[in-house]
């Protein structure tokens, strides 16, 4: 596999870990909150992230069997994701993190399979490393709304990594939530630091 076809990849199980992870850390009920910015679910949106990646790996499979199909394009896509996302929020989660740790080994095995002749040098291309990063790129967001929706995980070191990681310079909505999120956290940090507040002394005047 070519280096940039490899660096993609490395980030797409990077990011699908950082999913699992939360997923399995998340407090009770935690799931079932909804995200302020999207105005849906915690559980919706692991479903919807699940069932984007599997119509990725999905649009691979038909690329190899010789239906050229583009990523993320094809005649009822939107259909098959509110099927599949229906399907997934369903609890408990486990069927969409199964979903999408198949959904990530299906695409690293085609991209295998093609071999270094087949990646492309054109973004639009379903073979090109830019496609296949941009399929982890777009859960990299997610690590906002998690941090905003669960503060009992705000403390995760692997999911503050996830959320501050990515330059949002050039995508203003994001970057706002990004620095607003890194202040509360930095002010967590120095309220950990410091410690308990002495508690008063008595007065206790002769």
């Known amino acids: 596999m070519l280096p940039e076809l490899r660096a993609a990849a490395d980030k797409l199980i990077f990011d699908t870990a950082n999913i699992q992870h939360v997923v399995k850390h998340l407090p009770r009920k935690a799931a079932d909150r909804t995200v302020e910015a999207t105005g849906l679910t915690l559980r919706e949106t692991f479903a919807l992230i699940s069932a984007r990646q599997e119509w990725y790996a999905r649009s691979v499979d038909q690329h190899l069997r010789g239906k050229h199909l583009a990523a993320g394009d094809g005649a009822g896509e939107q259909e098959y994701l509110l099927k599949k996302r229906r399907q997934y929020e ?10 999408l740790s198949d959904a990530r080994d299906r695409l690293i095995a085609a991209f295998e399979r093609a071999g270094d002749d087949a990646a492309s040098d054109d973004p639009g291309s379903i073979w090109s490393p830019a496609a296949l990063l941009a399929q982890a790129h777009h859960m990299e967001p997610h690590a906002l709304d998690i941090a905003e929706t ?3 995980l705000r403390g995760d070191p692997l999911l503050l990594n996830w ?10 909505d994001l970057h706002e939530r990004q620095q607003r999120l890194f202040a509360i956290v930095r002010k967590d940090l120095n309220r950990a630091d410091a410690g308990p507040e002495p508690a008063p002394e008595d007065s206790n005047e002769s």
């Open 90 to 99: 369903k609890p408990p989660l486990k069927d969409a993190l199964r979903a």
């Open 150 to 152: 669960v503060p009992e």
């Open 163 to 172: 959320a501050f990681n990515p330059d949002y310079r050039d995508r203003p």
